[in-house]
């Protein structure tokens, strides 16, 4: 798909797209905008908003699992508590990783699983996301301006 030819709205998909399971980068589609020219600050912008919309969407459909499931498809009752025990122990602030390819997108999932809190949740992979998105548009703007 090309997400260019969609204007704006393509950077906000694959932005979204890219932070669920689908595995490719968000990044490369909003370098192509700052290099055509975009304004390096809505890109920042929409590329979070879809972003962190990608991100919550991961977060919800761990949020509505249940542990029998994992059960039924023979993952260990021993498992399930180290996973939940690594959630409480580490908390919310895991969010903060989930820009981190391949284990971002499942750690959110994790995180709704084992019910961390929403507001911390959100707010760590916010700052996390936004983290991410800042230094590719700051290095854009040092590198080009």
Sequence with gaps: MDFTSLGLFGLFLASFLAATILPFSSEIILAFFLANGINPWLC???ALSGNVLGGTTNFWVGKVGNP???KKLGVSEKTISKRQHWVEKHGAFLAFFSWVPIIGDPLLVVLGFF?????KTHFWMIVGKALRYLLIVLGYLSWFS
């Design 115 to 119: 019910k961390s809190n929403v507001y």
């Design 68 to 70: 029998t499931w994992l």
């Design 44 to 46: 920042f912008a929409i």
